[in-house]
């Protein structure tokens, strides 16, 4: 597969290991990204891991994913229960999606359990803290058929 898998992380997560560490846990976006790394090495796929605050940055990423990405693994964080940009420009993505959430939101507030992205996403994994995301790239890699 010479298309990489793309792993986008909306706001706040870059602060993972740090914000919340009782609901989030203590491993950061650094552990996280060395962790997909060594699977995808494992798995011969590669991968491309981004983090914005920003949500048309990331919109800027799907859209580029299109072209050159094989699949996308995209925690939008907070951006998950408003970002009708985000979904749109998901719903141009032709190749699988794979929403996660390191918490679980369906145990959070109200407003935390509705996700626009889910709405677009083949798969959501959440609740499995840091571990969603290998858990995620393997189930992306598996549509693909790499496996």
């Not at 359990?113 to 393997?138: K, N, P, T």
Request: with cysteine.
């Amino acid at each position: 597969m010479s298309k990489p898998i793309y792993i986008l992380n909306g706001p706040n997560l870059n602060l993972l290991g740090q914000r919340q560490p009782e609901i989030y846990g203590r491993e950061t976006l650094a552990d996280v990204a060395q962790g997909c790394s060594d699977l995808a090495e494992e798995l011969g796929v590669t991968i491309r891991c981004l983090q914005s605050n920003h949500e048309g940055q990331l919109v800027d990423w799907i859209q580029e994913a299109r072209a050159q990405g094989a699949g996308i693994i995209i925690n939008p964080g907070a951006y998950s229960h408003t970002s009708i940009a985000i979904l749109d420009a998901l719903n141009a993505f032709e190749g699988p999606v794979i929403e996660v959430h390191v918490s679980n939101i369906h145990k959070r507030e109200a407003f935390r359990q509705h996700s626009y992205v889910s709405l677009r996403a083949d798969g959501v994994i959440a609740g499995c803290g840091v571990e969603g995301y290998v858990l995620a790239l393997r189930r992306v890699v598996s549509v693909l058929g790499k496996t």
